[in-house]
């Protein structure tokens, strides 16, 4: 367990060092500085086009972040050999996995929660009230959405090579609600034998956009906290393909000679 969160910690020093922090730093300015051009037009109804910018930009900022650190970390230690030695200590292949996925989710909520830092910012510059139910429940349901991104790239980074991983994680994630309404579009004008193989594929792809709540942020007035039992279901829904795509993940990574 040790070995484990030295390897996580190593990855979390590493992210945080690197440029990916930077940008986020020169995105969260400039949003200050739109906020700021907001208030000084008084242009006070403008509150929720800049919780829905704000939170779009961010989320998906984060998620593309996670997608670069998380690809890169099994296919640069195949390249700079740095794997060899660690595995030649009593560290196994699992817990090495372990402490990287650690590593990248510890990296990507930081990301994250400096981001959303940056929104309650701006939220309390404008005077812009925010429901503290919703908003813990889009904290939590972007980390569930962390994790499968994480675990996804994890396995892209072994099936392919680095750039690849980066390109097909970051197409997945921005176009997997255009596949979800694609597929909802095309279901209505199908036969019962499409509308079955729609449904496979329905449940066979995680649908990204369960996990996001920033619509119900922005529109907090009409809409109340989501019940505790679908947040359940969106642990476990997202628990199930995270948990399958590291088991891939990892039955490649076992299977890599060294």
Excluded at 30 to 47: C, H, K, M, N, S
Excluded at 236 to 258: C, D, E, N, T
Aim: glycine share 4%; proline share 4%; net charge positive.
């Amino acid at each position: 367990m040790r070995s484990t969160l030295l390897i996580a910690w190593t990855v979390l020093i590493e992210a945080i060092r690197r440029r990916e922090v930077y940008a986020i730093v020169v995105i969260s300015t400039l949003l200050i500085g739109a906020v700021a051009t907001t208030r000084f037009f008084e242009l006070q109804g403008l509150g929720k086009f800049y919780r829905e910018i704000a939170l779009q930009i961010m989320t998906i900022a984060t998620n593309l972040t996670v997608i670069i650190i998380a690809s890169r970390q099994l296919p640069r230690e195949f390249e700079s050999r740095t794997i060899y030695p660690l595995l030649a200590k009593p560290v196994s292949r699992l817990s090495f996995m372990l402490g990287k996925l650690i590593g990248v989710m510890a990296a990507g909520t930081f990301c994250f929660l400096l981001f959303m830092l940056v929104f309650l910012a701006g939220c309390q510059y404008l005077k812009i009230f925010v429901s503290p139910p919703l908003f813990a429940q889009f904290l939590f349901l972007q980390i569930l959405g962390l994790l499968v991104v994480a675990t996804l790239s994890f396995m892209l980074s072994l099936m392919t090579n680095l750039d690849a991983a980066i390109t097909l994680g970051s197409l997945f994630y921005l176009l997997s609600s255009i596949f979800l309404s694609a597929l909802s579009y095309l279901y209505q004008f199908s036969d019962t034998a499409v509308k079955f193989i729609l449904r496979v594929m329905v449940f066979s792809v995680p649908q990204m956009s369960l996990f996001d709540l920033s619509e119900k942020v922005v529109h907090q007035e009409v809409w109340p906290p989501v019940p505790a039992f679908v947040i359940g279901q969106l642990t476990a829904y997202s628990l199930a393909f995270s948990s399958l795509f590291f088991l891939v993940a990892f039955l490649l990574f076992r299977r890599r000679p060294l």
